[in-house]
């Protein structure tokens, strides 16, 4: 069954530290999601991918979060530099065109300390 | 700005009852909608998707929506404890991104 794939699973960053999550998603999905989730809370969204073009990126703080998709398949999210806050699991889905369903992977959980 | 409200919980449902799991949207122009199972430390699972006014079944999940009330519920018969999760509830996709609830944590008692 194919699987929206995620590296690394679990990543422990100091803050002040860049830290780099990838995505590879379905095969011929061409909209990739990443969102954010908080302990206790649903996943928020930070960046949508149509190929390799920004759909929505209003909610991604971009004075030290930048995505991109350079090829219109996998895709790079990365933090710099990293603050405490940024602890949370880092989720990316994606979807086929023309489809509302979207699967995830299985994230990355980030521990600033 | 879209907003989905539930109930965070938790839930508790014995053994072979039946668990409701309810949804609002303040979005009227919302037309697809999403439930998720979320197993602790795990990522959400897509487990169904209604569009339209009224019901639908698959095995012993029942999505129920009704587009007037804004209202969205999940029933799942026959729970087991390994139904045991948090449930997230969701609009958009496609276009636009999904828009989350904070999740209700079900807790199924053996």
């Known amino acids: 069954e194919a699987e929206v794939a995620q590296s690394p699973r679990y990543k422990i960053t100091e803050k002040s530290q860049a830290v780099a999550f990838w995505c590879d998603p379905i095969s011929g999905h061409a909209t990739l999601y990443w969102y954010r989730q908080i302990l206790g809370q649903g996943p928020e969204l930070l960046v949508q991918f149509q190929d390799e073009s920004v759909v929505d990126d209003s909610q991604l703080p971009k004075d030290r979060f930048s995505a991109e998709r350079l090829k219109g398949v996998d895709s790079t999210l990365k933090i710099q530099p990293a603050e405490l806050g940024d602890s949370a699991m880092y989720l990316c889905?994606?979807?086929?065109?023309?489809?509302?369903?979207?699967?995830f992977g299985q994230g990355t959980r980030l521990t600033v300390v | 700005q879209k907003e989905v409200e539930q109930n965070s919980g938790p839930l508790s449902v014995p053994e072979g009852a039946i668990a409701s799991l309810n949804c609002t949207y303040s979005?009227?122009?919302?037309?697809?909608f999403f439930w998720y199972r979320q197993y602790s430390g795990k990522s959400p699972e897509l487990i169904m998707f209604?569009?339209?006014?009224g019901d639908k079944e698959d095995g012993r999940f029942t999505a129920q929506l009704n587009k007037a009330s804004q209202y969205v519920s999940l029933l799942i018969r026959d729970s087991q404890p390994s139904d045991s999760a948090t449930y997230l509830c969701?609009?958009?996709?496609?276009?636009?991104?999904?828009?989350f609830g904070k999740g209700t944590h079900l807790i199924i008692q053996p």
């Open positions: 979005d009227r122009g919302s037309q697809s």
């Open positions: 969701a609009t958009g996709g496609g276009a636009d991104g999904l828009t």
């Open positions: 889905a994606s979807s086929s065109t023309g489809s509302t369903e979207a699967f």
């Open positions: 209604i569009y339209s006014n």
